[in-house]
């Protein structure tokens, strides 16, 4: 028989996109989603604005929901988990668990958006001390304090005079086996480093870098007015260590382009944590049968041409679940993703009445 439904596993930026893109064109879609909200990581980690634009990411991502939630075409499932696919391309019995009980629906074609998760700086090699100093902090950590336009000492409640961002953690790491560069966090920083300016002009902010990878118009949007404009100092240099001193923290490593070693006391550090695949997308991997690459993210085995399509017909992936991904990444691939697995039923179907 088989099926014209498309199921959407994931209800973030990039899960939203795709069923939105399903649904746009007249086909129905099941999207799944394991917890009790739509908006994926930018809601659940209290991101404040997004790059480059600044806009506030909570009435984006609620936009994006309604343009679903509002659609006959559209079953949002929420709190609901897969945990098993049977079936064959064309006709993929999905076992769904959630609030409501367990339930099996054939859909026609999967699409796998179930994002990322930031680094555990615990897990770092080198000594930041996230876990033990409380103003060392992480860039969500931050973005929520931004959310709430109060960006304080967590040690003493009291505004930073100095802050630095130190990038590349848990990214281009061939320690920790994450050689790949998360893309996003360059930009973030720098976002994050302007509105700590705005907020706190009193606060000194420095970004400690390997390279400043800004990609596109992020160059012209955030990082040449991030110096320019609002004096965020960047640092070409290595950190290797976060040491207490007194009440301040004391920024230890090498300046590259100097050549020497520096110590540089802070009142704040942030941590700027890269992506890993999440639980969620190793999880979905495994009960659907898709190949991951050596990091975890699923692998689009097709090659640069067709960055959406799985080892197994009929299934295909988007957003952070393939790879570190901004939001504008995540909705191309998200909307390519959904045209796929449209085109994918219908052939089905038209095949199967002719
Ligand atoms: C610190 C930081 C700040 C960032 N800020 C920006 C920014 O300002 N601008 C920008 O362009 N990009 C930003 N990004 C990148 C942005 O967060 C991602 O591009 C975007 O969230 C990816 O969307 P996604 O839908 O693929 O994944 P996610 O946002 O991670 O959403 C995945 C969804 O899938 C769900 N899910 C997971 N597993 C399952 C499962 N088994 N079953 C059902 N559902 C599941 C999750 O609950 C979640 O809702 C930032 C990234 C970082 C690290
Ligand atoms: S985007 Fe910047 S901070 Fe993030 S991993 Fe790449 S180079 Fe490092």
């Given at each position: 028989m088989g099926s014209e439904?498309?199921?959407?596993?994931?209800?973030?930026?990039?899960g939203?996109?795709?069923?939105h893109?399903?649904?746009d064109v007249?086909?129905?879609?099941?999207?799944?989603?394991?917890?009790?909200?739509?908006?994926g990581t930018?809601?659940?980690?209290?991101?404040?604005?997004?790059?480059?634009?600044?806009?506030a990411?909570e009435p984006?991502?609620?936009r994006?929901?309604?343009l679903?939630?509002?659609n006959p075409?559209?079953?949002v499932r929420?709190g609901t988990e897969?945990?098993?696919?049977?079936?064959?391309?064309?006709?993929?019995?999905?076992?769904?668990t959630?609030?409501?009980?367990?339930e099996?629906?054939?859909v026609?074609?999967?699409?796998?958006?179930?994002?990322f998760?930031h680094?555990?700086?615990?897990r770092?090699?080198?000594?930041?001390?996230?876990?033990?100093?409380?103003?060392?902090?992480?860039l969500?950590d931050?973005?929520?304090?931004?959310?709430?336009?109060?960006?304080v000492?967590p040690?003493?409640g009291e505004a930073?005079?100095?802050l630095?961002f130190?990038?590349c953690?848990?990214s281009?790491?061939?320690q920790?086996?994450?050689e790949?560069c998360?893309?996003?966090c360059?930009?973030v920083?720098?976002?994050?480093?302007?509105?700590?300016?705005?907020?706190?002009?009193?606060?000194k902010v420095?970004?400690f870098?390997i390279?400043m990878?800004?990609y596109?118009y992020?160059e012209?949007?955030?990082?040449?007015p991030?110096q320019?404009?609002?004096h965020?100092?960047?640092?070409?240099?290595?950190v290797?260590e976060v040491?207490p001193?007194?009440?301040?923290?004391i920024?230890?490593?090498?300046?590259?382009?100097?050549g020497?070693?520096m110590?540089?006391?802070?009142?704040m550090v942030?941590?700027s944590?890269?992506m890993?695949?999440?639980?969620?997308?190793?999880?979905?991997?495994?009960?659907?049968g898709?190949?991951?690459?050596?990091?975890?993210?699923?692998d689009a085995?097709?090659?640069p041409l067709?960055?959406?399509?799985?080892?197994r017909?009929?299934?295909y992936?988007?957003?952070?679940?393939?790879?570190p991904a901004?939001?504008?990444d995540?909705?191309?691939?998200?909307s390519?993703?959904?045209?796929?697995?449209?085109a994918f039923?219908?052939s089905?179907a038209?095949?199967?009445t002719?």
């Amino acid at each position: 028989m088989g099926s014209e439904t498309v199921a959407v596993i994931g209800g973030g930026p990039g899960g939203l996109r795709a069923a939105h893109g399903i649904v746009d064109v007249g086909s129905k879609v099941v999207l799944i989603e394991k917890r009790e909200f739509l908006g994926g990581t930018p809601i659940a980690e209290n991101y404040a604005g997004l790059t480059p634009h600044g806009e506030a990411a909570e009435p984006q991502m609620q936009r994006m929901a309604e343009l679903v939630t509002s659609n006959p075409n559209a079953d949002v499932r929420l709190g609901t988990e897969v945990v098993s696919c049977e079936g064959e391309p064309g006709a993929y019995l999905l076992t769904l668990t959630g609030a409501d009980g367990t339930e099996t629906i054939e859909v026609g074609a999967i699409v796998l958006a179930t994002g990322f998760k930031h680094f555990d700086p615990g897990r770092e090699t080198q000594m930041y001390g996230y876990y033990e100093f409380p103003d060392v902090i992480a860039l969500p950590d931050l973005e929520a304090m931004l959310k709430e336009h109060s960006v304080v000492r967590p040690s003493n409640g009291e505004a930073p005079k100095s802050l630095c961002f130190i990038q590349c953690v848990g990214s281009r790491d061939r320690q920790i086996g994450n050689e790949y560069c998360s893309k996003v966090c360059c930009g973030v920083a720098s976002k994050e480093a302007i509105e700590v300016r705005e907020l706190l002009p009193d606060c000194k902010v420095y970004i400690f870098y390997i390279d400043m990878r800004m990609y596109g118009y992020w160059e012209s949007e955030i990082y040449w007015p991030a110096q320019e404009k609002h004096h965020v100092q960047y640092v070409k240099g290595m950190v290797t260590e976060v040491l207490p001193k007194g009440d301040k923290l004391i920024i230890r490593g090498e300046d590259t382009t100097m050549g020497r070693p520096m110590e540089i006391p802070m009142d704040m550090v942030v941590l700027s944590v890269g992506m890993e695949p999440s639980v969620g997308t190793r999880e979905m991997a495994r009960v659907l049968g898709v190949k991951q690459n050596r990091y975890g993210f699923i692998d689009a085995v097709a090659g640069p041409l067709d960055p959406v399509s799985t080892d197994r017909e009929g299934i295909y992936a988007c957003g952070a679940a393939l790879g570190p991904a901004d939001l504008e990444d995540t909705v191309s691939s998200a909307s390519n993703a959904a045209l796929r697995a449209v085109a994918f039923v219908r052939s089905r179907a038209a095949a199967a009445t002719a």
